[in-house]
């Protein structure tokens, strides 16, 4: 069993739908959590960083962590296909915050 | 402030051939991350550096993998010999140390093709 899992998509919605995204961890021990979106031929970029559980809101994006379901959501308000792109997971430990372990990813559509 | 830059963005290479690839971090990070991702396996971490020392190398698949970091603003990673399954594309990033998990800052990768 992989320690992070997540949809692969891909997902395909209509400009300005609201798009949830997920990710399902094994270790208790995770802590960090971030999102990344990584658009075609380019590098993944940090999205969103959140600490321990809770909610975390930039403007059309919301991080949710529920540590006691280990589930990671990420929620686009008002999609636009700008936001076309493959978002991963990804989370580490406090034992060792060095090395992130990823989701493989889910690719989203918006279309116009 | 510049990314983190790697080249070549694209190499073509046929097997058995040595490949080398090549990362300047963000200048003031002190940890280099080598990945490669592919569809099938997705983003997997190859082996990474702190204060240029390698600290886990776990992910480095064999023999023929090679990483090394001269210094803080250079890492390379060779493949000699290149072989058809090493086809990927392979991202190096580079983070701030400190407390807690850094975010990572990822160049836009190399494009290796073995032929």
């Known amino acids: 069993q992989k320690e992070v899992e997540q949809d692969p998509g891909p997902l395909s919605v209509p400009e300005g739908a609201i798009v949830s995204l997920n990710c399902t961890y094994s270790n208790s021990a995770f802590q960090y959590f971030m999102w990344y979106r990584q658009y075609s031929r380019k590098g993944p970029e940090l999205l969103m960083y959140?600490?321990?559980?809770g909610n975390k809101e930039d403007g059309r994006f919301t991080a949710q962590v529920d540590k006691s379901s280990k589930y990671i959501s990420l929620f686009i308000r008002d999609s636009q296909p700008s936001d076309s792109a493959t978002y991963l997971c990804a989370m580490s430990a406090p034992y060792n915050t060095d090395k992130l372990i990823f989701g493989t990813g889910t690719r989203l559509q918006v279309f116009p | 402030d510049a990314g983190v830059i790697q080249s070549p963005r694209h190499e073509v290479t046929e097997m058995g051939q040595e490949v080398t690839l090549r990362c300047k971090p963000i200048?003031?990070?002190?940890?280099l991350f080598w990945y490669r991702q592919t569809m099938m396996r997705g983003l997997e971490l190859l082996i990474y550096?702190?204060?240029?020392?390698?600290?886990?190398d776990s992910g480095m698949p064999e023999d023929r993998f090679s990483a090394k970091m001269p210094n803080a603003s250079f890492s390379t990673l060779k493949i000699q010999p290149s072989e058809p399954r090493d086809s990927a594309v392979y991202f190096c990033?580079?983070?701030?140390?400190?407390?807690?998990?850094?975010?990572?800052?990822f160049g836009d990768g190399t494009r290796l093709s073995i032929l």
């Open positions: 990033a580079s983070s701030l140390g400190g407390s807690g998990a850094q975010p990572q800052h």
């Open positions: 550096f702190n204060n240029n020392v390698p600290i886990d």
């Open positions: 959140t600490y321990s559980s």
């Open positions: 200048s003031g990070h002190n940890s």
